[in-house]
Structure formats: structure tokens, C-alpha cells
């Protein structure tokens, strides 16, 4: 099969034939027809935190995928072949044309999705889902912000809180307001134009950080004693949290196929949409990395300066067709 893999730390994507996988008895064969960029993708391949995040050699990168089911392990029961399916990886990554999968890091694909649009949904999903309600115990009536709302993980944090009946608040770009306040978003602060901490009138329940740095530091102002502070992208300081009486807690996330399942209901339903940006053939994964450079300077060798580092449309996932 055709894959797309790294050869060495920091090196180029190459684009050539692999052994097609194998399958154990808990997994299925996925003939993947699409699969989408995450950031960890290029930090992962930049070998710059290989001490927690490491990778094997040559590499195929790639954390979520959507695809047909082509073979199903002898212990599989809930996909057969022919099924159309999403989810997250669980060893060998999704730049390929075809991946070995466990089974219940996957779901059945909402009907109603693109399979371009499928690919764009399993990682920023769950994380969102997860940082509202595993970590960040979000109920209805109380007050969430969302650093860094119009990101893929931020889209659907709003989406997911404002259906749980929270007030949404959102930390983006001006640009980004309009489709914010269109996906449930209350207001929405512009991070570019105003301190947060200094324009909010009241505490908030819950933050959940996906910028971190100094926005992240600035956040314990603005929670009320006992809220929750979670943030997907640093550790946060349980001295502060302490001293602040909160809960401060950096999320991973944890796939699950059930919860994957609930993802796609909601999908399936319109009550949530999916956002992608652009469409990259499998092959051009190397441009399609430029693209969200922007927002990741200094990882595999990209600039945010530069023709192709911008995004061609201000939020929106980037997605891999596979031929
Ligand atoms: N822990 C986990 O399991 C996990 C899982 C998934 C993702 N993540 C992490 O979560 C973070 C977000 O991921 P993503 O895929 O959603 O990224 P993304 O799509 O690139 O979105 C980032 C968003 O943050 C906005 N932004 C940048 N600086 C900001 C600031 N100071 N204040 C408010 N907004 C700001 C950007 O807006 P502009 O473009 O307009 O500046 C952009 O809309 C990344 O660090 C990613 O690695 C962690």
C-alpha cells in the first residue's frame, strides 16, 4: 500500500509503498479513504519532546481516520466488512491507505458526514468532550471559557457546552466571532484586542485552556473558588491552583469508541457540526503541514512567516483525502 512516512527526526514526508498491515483478533482493517493534521503530528515528528511523546522509526503519522472496514479480527463484533467507520489510531498511523485499528477506538460513521468531514472529527472532539466533562465536571447553568474557541478542539467545546446548557464564553481572533457566536458561543473576546481577566464582569464555573503560556496563568483571576481550570496543552501549577481554591488538571485524551459513538449521535442529529478547512491529497501531506505552521512555530523546521504557512481559512480542521 501507499503510505506517507517519516524517515528521521525533523526530515522530510516520503510517499512510497509499505507492506499493507496485519490484524490481531481485536482489530479491523480500515480502507481508509480520508484522514486529518493535528498539531502532535508535527511535534511528534520533530523529535523536540521525544522524551514523552516518542515515535518508532520510520513513522507513519496520523491520529484519526475515517474509512470502510475491508477484514475484522476474530474477536470483533460490533463492525462487520463493508461498514463505514471512524476513529482514533491505536498504534500504526492513518497517512496511509490502509491502517490496523482496534476496534473500540472506532464508530460507526454519522451518515450524514462527508468521509472528508468524518476524518476531521474523532481527536478534537473527544478532547473536547473530555475536557468539559471528564475534567472539567461542566453543568448546566454555569459559565465556561474557552481559550482559543474557533481551533478545532475550541469549535466543538462550544458546540458540546452550549448544548449541556452552559453560557459560553470564547477567547479568538475578531474574525472568528460571527461563526463562534453561530455555533452557541454568549460572547466572544477578542485576544488580540482585550485582557480577558480585565473585560470579564463575572468568575466563571469552569476554563478550559487550549492556548496556554501566559493566558493560562491569567485564567486563575477569573475562576470562581472550586471551579475547574483544564487545560489540553501544558501542566498547570497546583501551587496557584492551591492558592487560588480551584482544581488545575492538564488533560490527555483518552479514545473511546462509546464516547465517539455519542459524538456521531449528535452529529447525525445536526445539533453539532463538523468544521474542516481545507482538503490536501494523502500525498501532499507535506503542504498540508505548512498550513497549520502558523500556529506552531519552530516544530519540524516550519516558519509562521512565509508563503503557505497561513491557513486559507481562519479556523477549520485540515483533512487528507486518500485516493
Ligand atoms: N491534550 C490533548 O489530548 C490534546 C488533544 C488535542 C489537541 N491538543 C492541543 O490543544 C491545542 C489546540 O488544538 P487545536 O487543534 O484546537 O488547535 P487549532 O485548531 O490550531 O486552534 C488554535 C486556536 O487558538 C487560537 N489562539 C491562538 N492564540 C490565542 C490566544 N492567545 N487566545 C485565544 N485564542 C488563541 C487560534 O486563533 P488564531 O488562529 O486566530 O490566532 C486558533 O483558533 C493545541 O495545543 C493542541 O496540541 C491537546
Known sequence: MKAVRLLEHGGPLVFNDVPTPTIAHDEILVKIR??????????????TARQILPIDLPWIPGHEFSGVVEQIGNDVAACAPGDSVFGTTSGMGAYAEYLAVKAAASARKPSNLSFEEAASVPVASQTAWQGLFTHGHLEKGQTILIHGGAGAVGAYAVQLASHAGAIVIATASTNDEAYLKSIGASRVIDYREAQFERVLREKVDVVFDLVGGDTQKRSFLVLKEGGHLVSATQPVSQEESAMHRVSGVMMR???????????????????IRPDV??????QDAAEAWKDIAGNLPRVHGMSPIGPGAARRKSHGKIVLRVA
Open 277 to 282: 478547512a481545507t482538503v490536501y491529497p494523502l
Open 34 to 47: 480520508s484522514t486529518a493534521v493535528n498539531h502532535l503530528d508535527l511535534v511528534e515528528a520533530s523529535g
Open 253 to 271: 485524551l483518552t479514545p473511546s469508541g462509546d464516547t465517539l459513538g455519542r459524538i456521531g449521535r449528535l452529529l447525525e442529529e445536526g445539533t
